[in-house]
T-cell receptor
């Protein structure tokens, strides 16, 4: 079975600074990888996904993620964060049965 | 496109009563919908997979008699929490699957906050 680890529970970053959220997965085959963002009390919004091909994936809101098979990682990055990026971020891995397994999430706080 | 709604967004009920939560795919047909439960500051836990016209498949440890799922049409799935108790209080999120050529993508609803008094 697949699993996802997000090592950072909480990250605080200054507005305008860069952000990187870590995600490591465990899965025997080529995974389908996702990053979602959740604002307080809201559902999940897809930021980006990786299925195959180019390992650097561009998403919405200026986010990107890089798939590194050798490291079993799919880290999310943003060059310059905005106060509106404060939210909970979830990494997820999908398998052949289309079920998603989510990481525990990383809370991002943006300070002025 | 690919909008999923949930109703109600928030519900408070007394212990022992039943609560029904609706999940609708507004602009696409979904043969499969998923129900998740999210505890505060925690990840999403898959509860069950709901397939249109057939019985739901529950994940291990989820009580199917407590969490009744019905997927009566290609755009509607319902979750009924029966004889709710305070420990059932949680944030319930549904997702609807839209078929793609490479991978069936899930689209998430905004969630329902259930509080059982």
């Amino acid at each position: 079975a697949q699993s996802v680890t997000q090592p950072d529970i909480h990250i605080t970053v200054s507005e305008g600074a860069s952000l990187e959220l870590r995600c490591n997965y465990s899965y025997g085959a080529t995974p389908y990888l996702f990053w979602y963002v959740q604002s307080p009390g809201q559902g999940l919004q897809l930021l980006l996904k990786y299925f195959s091909g180019d390992t650097l994936v561009q998403g919405i809101k200026g986010f990107e993620a890089e798939f590194k098979r050798s490291q079993s990682s799919f880290n999310l990055r943003k060059p310059s964060v905005h106060w509106s990026d404060a939210a909970e971020y979830f990494c997820a891995v999908g398998a052949g049965d289309y079920k998603l397994s989510f990481g525990a999430g990383t809370t991002v706080t943006v300070r002025a | 496109g690919a909008v999923v709604s949930q109703h109600p967004s928030r519900v408070i009920c007394k212990s022992g009563t039943s609560v029904k939560i609706e999940c609708r795919s507004l602009d696409f047909q979904a043969t499969t919908m998923f129900w998740y439960r999210q505890f505060p500051k925690k990840s999403l836990m898959l509860m069950a997979t709901s397939n249109e016209g057939s019985k739901a498949t529950y994940e291990q440890g989820v009580e199917k008699d407590k969490f009744l799922i019905n997927h009566a049409s290609l755009t509607l799935s319902t979750l009924t929490v029966t004889s709710a108790h305070p420990e059932d209080s949680s944030f319930y999120i549904c997702s609807a699957e839209r078929q793609r050529t490479s991978y069936n993508e899930q689209f998430f609803g905004p969630g329902t906050r259930l509080t059982v008094l």
